[in-house]
Structures are given as structure tokens and as C-alpha cells.
Nanobody, 113 residues
Framework: QVRLVESGGGLVQPGGSLRLTCAASGIVFRIYSMGWYRQAPGKEREWVASITTGGSPNYAESVKGRFTISRDNDKNTVYLEMNSLKSEDTAVYYC???????WGQGTQVTVSS
């Protein structure tokens, strides 16, 4: 059974940092590209960042320079390091496996003073 489990969300002040973790099980993790998406209240889910099997990252313009995606194939884990957080980063963050698509359950990130 394929599972993606996110953790690391929480409440943080503007300008702060968080690191999200997505632990995968039931798959041969290293052969899949992985990504992070987010969904804010009343908005559609949007792509945030992705990383290829070879470790090449790509970022949405809104997070470029502030967020870093990485992966550890030995631990079947993908990370999202988020710095200089803004109120508009508030959302539920989801981990995704590409092709076939699998989603995690999400973790809430709230940026507020």
C-alpha cells in the first residue's frame, strides 16, 4: 500500500522558517519524481516545488529563493525547507508522487503574528 505522510507544519511568525517532511512507504521511492503543492482557503491547489529522480529541483515563482526542496532516497523522504515565510504562504501543504499520482493527507502551515 502506497502512503505519503507529511509532517512539520505549524504556526510561525512572518519571516520565520519551517521544514516539512514527507515520508513515503510502499513504493520504490528513488524512481519517482516528487513534489509539494499547497491549497489556501478558497483557492485551488497549486504547485510549489518538485524534484526529479536525479535531484534537480524546480520552484514556483512565488517561492523561488525562499523554499528549498530536497530528497533522501535512503530514507524514502522528501523535504521542503521554507524560509522568509509570508502570510500568503498560509495553506495546507501536500506531498505528491508524480505518475502515478499519489497524494499525502496534508499538513497545515499558518504564517501569522
Amino acid at each position: 500500500q502506497v502512503r505519503l505522510v507529511e509532517s512539520g507544519g505549524g504556526l510561525v511568525q512572518p519571516g520565520g522558517s519551517l521544514r516539512l517532511t514527507c515520508a513515503a512507504s510502499g513504493i520504490v521511492f528513488r524512481i519517482y519524481s516528487m513534489g509539494w503543492y499547497r491549497q489556501a482557503p478558497g483557492k485551488e491547489r497549486e504547485w510549489v516545488a518538485s524534484i526529479t529522480t536525479g535531484g534537480s529541483p524546480n520552484y514556483a515563482e512565488s517561492v523561488k529563493g525562499r523554499f528549498t526542496i530536497s530528497r533522501d532516497n535512503d530514507k524514502n523522504t522528501v523535504y521542503l525547507e521554507m524560509n522568509s515565510l509570508k502570510s500568503e504562504d498560509t495553506a495546507v501543504y501536500y506531498c505528491r508522487r508524480f505518475s502515478p499520482v499519489t497524494w499525502g493527507q496534508g499538513t497545515q502551515v499558518t504564517v501569522s503574528s
